[in-house]
């Protein structure tokens, strides 16, 4: 089993950043890749960025050039930047981590972005 923790949402300004953590522990052996999706409410989850054990990055075409996404493999620690969020950026940040055989999800960090 793999737990993943997640910390850092909150409320920001239009314009303004964040970023999150998701520190995972456990069983992390194996992991291949962690990233990061978001659900806002009435809408399906969608993957905001991912990043795999060796540095590889990959962004959705909403978030490109705003969010960035790294890990700390030391620390078993993959973060979000968010910069110039906007209101539509609001919603749940899942984590997310997968290994050959399965995937993991956080619990949920809250981002509220007034405009």
């Known amino acids: 089993q793999v737990q993943l923790v997640e910390s850092g949402g909150g409320l920001v300004q239009a314009g303004g950043s964040l970023r999150l953590s998701c520190a995972a522990s456990?069983?992390?052996?194996?992991?291949?890749?962690m990233g990061w999706y978001r659900q806002a409410p009435g809408s399906q989850r969608e993957l905001v960025a991912v990043?795999?054990?060796?540095?590889?990055?990959n962004y959705a075409d909403s978030v490109k050039g705003r969010f960035t996404i790294s890990r700390d493999n030391a620390k078993n620690t993959v973060y979000l930047q968010m910069s110039s969020l906007k209101p539509e950026d609001a919603a749940v940040y899942y984590c997310?981590?997968?290994?050959?055989?399965?995937?993991?999800w956080g619990q949920g960090t809250q981002v509220t972005v007034s405009s």
């Open positions: 990043i795999t054990r060796f540095g590889s990055t």
């Open positions: 456990g069983s992390i052996f194996g992991i291949n890749a």
């Open positions: 997310y981590a997968r290994n050959v055989v399965e995937g993991y």
